[in-house]
């Protein structure tokens, strides 16, 4: 039996960092006089921080020079880092472990593809850094998905053919370059939003061992 890779995104499918990065937005959107919603923040989940700023400062109609521009990066990122650092294991979303656990004991590979470049610090400060063979993150690709870099690099550095791999994602630019990848693609949340991906679950509690065991069986074609 072909040994196959399982590749977790993060935010959103091992921890939930999403509420951190709106909180030190919207402190630094109010700092500057401008307000943004919860329903606005969605179109913040998922985009670079310069691309964040930029629909900030336009939602408030908000002009500042490059040097400006730059602090204001600099200062939601810390208050971001100040947030993540005191994180723990309760972080960590229901069921995750027993998954991770049981991929482990059935010597399956297991990666993470996560455009985050704190990823490290993140699996480091949940204690789940060693469950991990590879990690890609966005220190490693320069291509954002729905570009399917970030899992193509992981199934490369297992040494796994793509069709072998299986994809853990919430949004649906990750399930469009698992796809793209020509991965197995699991959405992870709103059935509808992920409609593209191959199998979707509203969370880890869901995924029983037997959908496991299948796919670990399972060849795509």
């Known amino acids: 039996m ?25 402190k630094l959107a109010n ?10 923040n969605e179109q913040l989940k998922g985009v670079s921080r310069v691309k ?24 939601k990122n810390d208050d971001y880092l100040g947030y993540i ?33 704190n990823a490290r610090m993140i699996l480091e400060k949940v204690n789940i850094l060693d469950k991990f ?11 954002a998905k729905p570009n399917p870099e970030v899992f193509l690099t992981a199934a490369r550095m297992l040494n796994c053919e793509p069709l ?3 994809v853990f994602e919430d949004s649906l630019a990750g399930i469009k370059a698992a ?23 509203k969370d880890f509690t869901e995924i029983s061992t037997e959908f496991l065991n299948e796919i670990i069986k399972k060849n795509k074609h």
């Open 2 to 26: 072909t040994k196959k890779a399982f590749i977790f995104d993060l935010d959103g499918v091992i921890v939930d960092t999403a509420k951190y990065h709106f909180l030190a937005w919207k």
């Open 85 to 117: 650092k005191k994180m723990d294991q309760s972080e960590i979303l229901p069921d995750v472990l027993k998954i991770l656990d049981f991929l482990g004991e059935k010597q399956q590979h297991i990666a993470l593809g996560s455009a985050s470049k």
């Open 179 to 201: 796809n793209i990848a020509s991965m197995v693609s699991i959405g992870i949340g709103d059935k509808e939003t992920l409609k593209e991906a191959d199998f979707v679950f």
């Open 52 to 75: 964040s700023l930029e629909k900030i400062l336009a939602w408030g109609n908000k002009d500042v020079t490059e040097d400006e521009f730059m602090e204001l990066m600099a200062i």
């Open 164 to 166: 072998n791999c299986i």
């Open 31 to 40: 700092s500057i006089g401008v307000d943004f919603t919860e329903h606005q």
């Open 133 to 143: 063979e590879v990690i890609v993150d966005g220190n490693d690709v320069s291509k």
